[in-house]
């Protein structure tokens, strides 16, 4: 009988421990991704600009670029500077997940391996087939290699400004919603559900949903960067973002798209979207517990904790599916009017209470 499988597009290694930084040189060699040291690393200025001074020393035939923005023309840039430089054997984005897409993004255009170093733990991006970057209409998703290889530091995580880090807390539990609104789809429409795919996305989420840590310990740290990955490859898996992007994201895009100077993060947008979306299909008892899940975690939970009124929120749900055409989630089964989004939403504060307080503003790393 034969034995049939699939090839699963993944890093060929990843690392999540304290002092992982310290043998990057060593992975990538060991790897055979670069034996040379001849790298192209893309940084911040911030976190980036402090560990280019601790890795340069062993990195010496590395060359390093600066990023100050996630837009697709920053993109564009950086990988035509890199082409015109020398020939290099990778890429390495070295930062939060805006210097991370960048990086994706001049690496598949310039043909290149790219290795993704995380600074914060801000979204699931770190380690999916996609980049996120600005552009004149707003806000693109553009289709890149997954990278080759996946580091994250936890010494270097705990130096980030908490709020990065929990905001990926969100971005993992919204996993639990997209999944749901992807069996939906399936129920309704008939779409196909890759059950691998499926299976990885959610368990990312359930593992951080039922961790009784938080971000101080070193063994949620490990179980949140687990599930970030892991929501990565799950993409990967599927060929597109279905597994971790539903009616969720549509709402986070949505406030980017309508609100662009006034949205928060990523994560900390798509839990409150979760936790709508889990209302809206009468998962009542998992959106309580999701909203006690952000809470604890000092996440927000409703439209309020980041600065909007009700009336934006209705704004944002009701704009919501146009931003992604041709996804079906819960939103656009239950097509409700403003009227039945404001009904809607009044019911999940009766269950779930009241804002709780405003998390401080900071703007998005890159």
């Known amino acids: 009988m034969p034995v049939l499988t699939r090839l699963i597009p993944s890093p060929v290694a990843v690392d999540i421990s304290r002092g992982a930084?310290?043998?990057?040189?060593?992975?990538?060699?060991?790897?055979?991704?670069?034996?040379?040291?001849?790298?192209?690393?893309?940084?911040?200025?911030?976190?980036?600009?402090?560990?280019?001074?601790?890795l340069a020393p062993v990195l010496p035939d590395a060359d390093w670029y600066p990023v100050t923005a996630g837009t697709i023309d920053a993109a564009v840039a950086l990988a035509e500077e890199m082409?015109?430089?020398?020939?290099?054997?990778?890429?390495?984005?070295?930062?939060?997940?805006?210097i991370i897409d960048v990086a994706k993004y001049a690496?598949?255009?310039?043909?290149?391996?790219?290795?993704?170093v995380a600074t914060n733990l801000s979204h699931d991006g770190l380690c999916s087939p996609v980049s996120i970057l600005d552009n004149d209409n707003g806000r693109g998703s553009y289709g890149v290699p997954t990278p080759i290889a996946m580091l994250i530091d936890l010494d270097v995580i705990r130096e980030a400004p908490a709020r990065f880090v929990r905001s990926g807390i969100g971005?993992?539990?919204?996993?639990?919603?997209?999944?749901?609104?992807?069996?939906?789809?399936?129920?309704?429409?008939g779409e196909k559900v890759d059950g691998l795919a499926a299976a990885m996305a959610r368990q990312a989420g359930e593992a951080v949903l039922r961790h009784p840590g938080n971000v101080t310990q070193d063994a949620f740290l490990t179980v949140l960067s687990e599930a970030l990955v892991l929501s990565g490859i799950s993409m990967s898996i599927?060929?597109?973002?279905?597994?971790?992007?539903?009616?969720?994201?549509?709402?986070?895009?949505?406030?980017?798209?309508?609100?662009p100077e006034r949205s928060a993060l990523h994560g900390e947008q798509v839990g409150?979207?979760?936790?709508?979306?889990?209302?809206?299909?009468?998962?009542h008892e998992e959106a309580g517990l999701f909203a006690d899940v952000l809470r604890?975690?000092?996440?927000?939970v409703l439209p309020g904790d980041i600065g909007f009124t009700v009336d934006e929120f209705v704004q944002a749900v009701t704009y919501a599916p146009q931003t992604r055409p041709g996804r079906f989630t819960i939103l656009e089964h239950l097509d409700l009017s403003e009227d039945g989004i404001r009904d809607a939403y009044?019911?999940?504060?009766?269950?779930?209470?009241?804002?709780?307080?405003?998390p401080g503003t900071a703007p998005s790393p890159v």
């Open 107 to 116: 690496a598949a255009r310039i043909g290149l391996p790219m290795v993704a």
């Open 296 to 300: 604890r975690h000092e996440l927000p």
């Open 272 to 283: 409150i979207g979760a936790v709508f979306a889990m209302h809206l299909r009468g998962a």
């Open 346 to 358: 009044s019911t999940l504060v009766k269950s779930i209470g009241e804002s709780t307080g405003q």
């Open 83 to 98: 082409k015109g430089r020398k020939r290099y054997d990778a890429v390495v984005g070295l930062g939060g997940g805006k």
């Open 238 to 259: 599927s060929g597109d973002t279905r597994p971790s992007s539903g009616a969720c994201h549509e709402i986070s895009h949505a406030f980017d798209l309508l609100f």
């Open 171 to 189: 971005d993992a539990l919204s996993n639990i919603s997209a999944v749901a609104d992807w069996e939906l789809s399936h129920r309704v429409n």
């Open 21 to 54: 930084l310290d043998d990057l040189a060593g992975l990538l060699a060991d790897q055979r991704i670069s034996g040379s040291g001849k790298l192209a690393i893309a940084i911040s200025g911030g976190s980036g600009r402090v560990l280019k001074e601790k």
